[in-house]
């Protein structure tokens, strides 16, 4: 068995540092499951502090009325988020299972769980997308044993409104991270995260979290943007690393060739994925390039783009 390591200098983000509040945190949920709960007490924030394996954290997690809520926030596309919810959810039922009797003859009620991944990367996605744990099984069944099904919701502008909508704290951190990024465009990371902040308390976005935790923001989006960007470049780098080689290129065409077959015989993604036993993830942007060639599918442009998309990561 591989070694676990544990990061404990492992920071807060902005998202979690917003919704680590009842108040705001009710909003949420009540936006996520279209439930109007108006007592913050109602809710007990459980959100597991040291559940920190291999680098990760769990968001926020909260239970009302015996429903067990798991948040994620990715800038990033992770098809693992359905074996990182099982973790944190086998936590936290491990912690209320404190003084229960597991052995006893009677059944032991739990909290009904639900796991959402707010999504506001930019990656094309769609505005809503499923992500299921059986996935991931080197074996696929029909009724598979074991499942566990995330919620990917897509927060940035332009989807999921209604969502925004109904929680104006989520609204306003989408409209944070979009100022960051436009600033970005002609500025320094450091100094557009900082025009950023400026921006949005000016314009009532965010403004008192923003005035109370200025400093901290700014170090946090520094280092959020900067893993996001880290990450980029090993993908950047690897991609380059093996693309000059011919045979990866030739094993890409082949791919897309095969891709494009099952694209007009109008297969999902994620049933492409499952029957050409690849990663989802490459498969799901092969398929949002050939988008823009149907019908004819000319897989050497497809190839072509994908390439010129990797390289501009």
Known sequence: ?????????????????????????????????????????????????????????NDVSC?????????EHQSTVNPNMPLRDLMYVCEQYEKYMVKKDIYSSRLIKLPTPRFVVFYNGIREQPERRDLYLSDAFEIP???PSLELRVTQLNIN????????NRCPALFEYVEYVSA????QETQPLEEAVRHAVDHCIKHNILKDFLLANKAEVVRMTLYEYDEELHKQTIRKESYEDGFDD???????LQLTELVCRKLQK?????TIAEELEEDIDTIQHICDIATDFVPDYDVEKIVEQYKKSMLNI
Not at 22 to 41: S, W
Not at 157 to 164: F, I, R, S, T, V
């Open 1 to 57: 068995m591989g070694k676990i390591y544990i990061n404990e200098k492992y920071r807060d983000t902005v998202f979690r540092m917003i919704f680590n509040s009842n108040r705001q945190l009710l909003e949420l949920y009540n936006a996520v499951n279209h439930t109007d709960y108006n007592d913050p007490d109602a809710l007990e924030i459980v959100t597991l502090e040291n559940a920190i394996y291999l680098g990760m954290k």
């Open 63 to 71: 239970l009302i009325d015996m429903r067990l809520q798991l948040y």
């Open 141 to 143: 069944e029909e009724c």
């Open 157 to 164: 502008k332009g989807y999921n409104e209604d969502l925004l």
């Open 180 to 183: 960051v990024r436009k600033y």
């Open 246 to 252: 011919g045979q990866q290129k030739g094993k890409l």
């Open 266 to 270: 109008n297969k999902s993604p994620e």
